[in-house]
């Protein structure tokens, strides 16, 4: 059974990082895919980063050079450091696995796995 549980999320200032992290336990996949989303307030959520059991890391525009995916397979968590953070940046923060080949392994996926989130605020 997949669960996924979130933390780290906090209240940072304008250009600030952060770091957000997913403790995962994984269903018996041959291969997955592993990503963060967001949910802005007010706005439908919305894909940011996602690493396959390959390795391979994408990102949306938004996030690319300032986001980064991190995949711990020792310690069995997801990690999504986050740099230079904007008010935009504001959101919910969602943590998603689903067993897929890597060439369908994109942020825009779709996932039946959900954790419950964790919050992050950008004040400016």
């Known amino acids: 059974q997949v669960r996924l549980e979130e933390s780290g999320g906090d209240s940072v200032q304008t250009g600030g990082s952060l770091r957000v992290s997913c403790d995962v336990t994984l269903a018996n996949w041959w291969t997955y895919c592993l990503a963060w989303f967001r949910r802005p307030p007010g706005k439908e959520r919305e894909g940011v980063a996602s690493v396959g059991s390959d390795g391979r890391a994408r990102y949306v525009d938004s996030a690319n050079g300032r986001f980064t995916i991190t995949w711990d397979r020792t310690e069995n968590t997801l990690y999504l450091q986050m740099t230079n953070l904007q008010p935009e940046d504001t959101g919910t923060y969602y943590c998603?696995?689903?067993?897929?080949?890597?060439?369908?392994?994109?942020?825009?996926?779709?996932?039946?796995?959900w954790g419950q989130g964790t919050q992050v605020t950008v004040s400016s």
């Open positions: 998603a696995a689903e067993g897929k080949v890597a060439s369908d392994c994109r942020p825009e996926g779709w996932f039946g796995n």
